[in-house]
């Protein structure tokens, strides 16, 4: 999602006349696009501006700007810093570039952000939904390098509805609300045109996806089928899926009912305690859970399926952690994604609930919890040894210290499979952005080694 909003904010300020550079020294502007999910990624902001404030001291004409989901959640507060001018939420995103001007010839300090959130007004919608459509295409100083070669992300949807106790995405990104199918479908229409071969639809529930549009409601299923008709677009993907009925085995159908869409579901559990669920509002039990996965690898037999944890909840005993390690033993994941809880102020789980498992215990489960899906995950990557894999290369492996030549002089490229695993190789770089056939020789928990067939 956030690299989604960072390559729109650029478009706009590439067609506005500015110019992207890496590096901080160089630029009039600097503009932090920020995540507030956990703590962590919000105190990295916090020392990333200290470092900016140091700048500014030889500098004093550079804008600081700060967008996002922490701009949204601190406001004026920000805004104190010494080194902000600009604070912008997003729901305010469309207008980033007038700001910015602003902020560089003014010499104003600037606020944007929502009052109530939850009450985005139409024209807000309205505002938003134009700024994707425009910027989010070929056509206007697109800016893409974020994606890897080959690749792009499209909304689906905005916002959550869902409230689950510990999260502060429904109050810094407001109400869900689906794009209209006709748009979606353009965009990924331009983008194949331009040469795009992957796109990847998100929503924080993108599986709840819902458009009516007369007698016609559109859900996710028809979103998949209407995107595998456009031509020259290979692989499709969707993230993040909720664990509930709505649309699930219409979507799965999707899935293996057409070639390209990719057989992955990120299916975040969170935990496999009932009572830790209950906590979290998540609206399901762990068995229920187990049976949508059971559900999902009976329709689509080869399915790679990924999930999120959260360990150390308020009131999570040793008996709940085990109840989590056991859904990750049953569920079979490709890979997890695992957090330790981090208290997010005006979350009802912050309000209500006391964040009482020791930091201790809270790293302790993160690790063990990490090591039982290791094993998991290393059996099933065993499996692709002496296998042809066809994946997308999104260009050079970033590891420099992989990243040797081979003896044929190729570097070292990196590729994703359909099921998402990451297949490294030498290969030629023009391969970046295309579909290739590796022969997996070598694995490990999370990455696959191989030859270009
Ligand atoms: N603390 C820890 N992890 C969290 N997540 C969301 N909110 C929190 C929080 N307060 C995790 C969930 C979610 C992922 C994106 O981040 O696992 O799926
Ligand atoms: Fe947060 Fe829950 Fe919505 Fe996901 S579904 S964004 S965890 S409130």
């Not at 938003?128 to 080959?150: Q, T």
Request: aromatic share 8%; with cysteine.
């Amino acid at each position: 999602m956030n690299k989604l909003d960072t390559a729109l904010v650029s478009s706009a300020l590439k067609e506005a006349g500015f110019e992207l550079t890496n590096s901080v020294k160089e630029a009039d502007v600097v503009l932090i696009n920020t995540c507030s999910v956990r703590e962590h990624a919000e105190q990295r902001v916090l020392s990333h501006l200290g470092h900016l404030k140091h700048i500014k001291e030889s500098r004093p004409d550079m804008v600081v700007g700060v967008i996002g989901c922490m701009a949204q959640r601190l406001g004026d507060k920000l805004l104190e810093h010494e080194a902000v001018d600009i604070v912008c939420g997003p729901a305010q995103i469309p207008k980033i570039t007038d700001f910015v001007l602003q902020a560089l010839q003014e010499k104003k300090k600037c606020l944007a952000v929502t009052k109530k959130i939850r009450e985005t007004s139409e024209i807000q919608a309205q505002a938003l939904e134009g700024f994707e459509s425009v910027y989010s295409s070929p056509a206007s100083g697109w800016e893409n390098r974020n994606f890897g070669m080959g690749q792009a992300y499209v909304r689906a949807m905005r916002g959550c509805n869902n409230f689950c106790s510990y999260c502060i995405v429904p109050y810094v990104r407001g109400p869900e609300v689906s794009r209209p199918p006709e748009a979606i479908i353009e965009q990924i229409k331009k983008l194949a045109g331009a040469g795009v071969k992957q796109v990847t639809l998100l929503g924080q529930r993108v599986n709840a996806y819902k458009y009516k549009s007369g007698e016609k409601t559109y859900c996710l299923a028809d979103l998949l089928e209407m995107a595998s008709d456009v031509e020259g677009i290979g692989w499709i993907r969707f993230v993040t899926s909720y664990p509930s009925e709505e649309f699930f085995d219409e979507i799965l159908r999707a899935m293996a009912g057409s070639p390209k869409v990719c057989n992955y579901l990120h299916l975040p559990a969170q935990s496999g305690s009932d009572k830790i669920l209950r906590a979290m509002n998540r609206h399901y039990t762990a068995s229920q859970y187990l049976e949508l996965v059971g559900r999902a690898r009976s329709i689509v037999p080869d399915i790679a399926i990924a999930g999120d944890f959260i360990v150390g909840f308020p009131g999570e005993t040793e008996e709940d952690f085990q109840a989590t390690v056991d859904l990750v033993t049953k569920a079979g994941y490709k890979n997890c994604f695992i957090f330790k809880y981090s208290p997010r102020p005006d979350t009802t789980a912050d309000k209500r609930l006391q964040d009482n498992v020791p930091v201790e215990i809270k790293k302790r489960r993160n690790t063990e919890l990490l090591a039982v899906q290791e094993k998991i995950s290393s059996e099933l990557s065993r499996d692709f040894l002496g296998r042809q894999v066809r994946v997308l290369v999104e260009g050079l492996s970033k590891k420099p210290h992989l990243n040797k030549a081979g003896s044929d002089g190729n570097p070292q490229l990196l590729g994703r499979t359909a099921t998402d695993y990451i297949v490294v190789f030498n290969g030629p770089e023009s391969l970046a952005g295309e579909f290739a056939t590796v022969k997996i020789t070598k694995t490990s928990p999370l990455t696959l080694f191989g030859e270009l067939f």
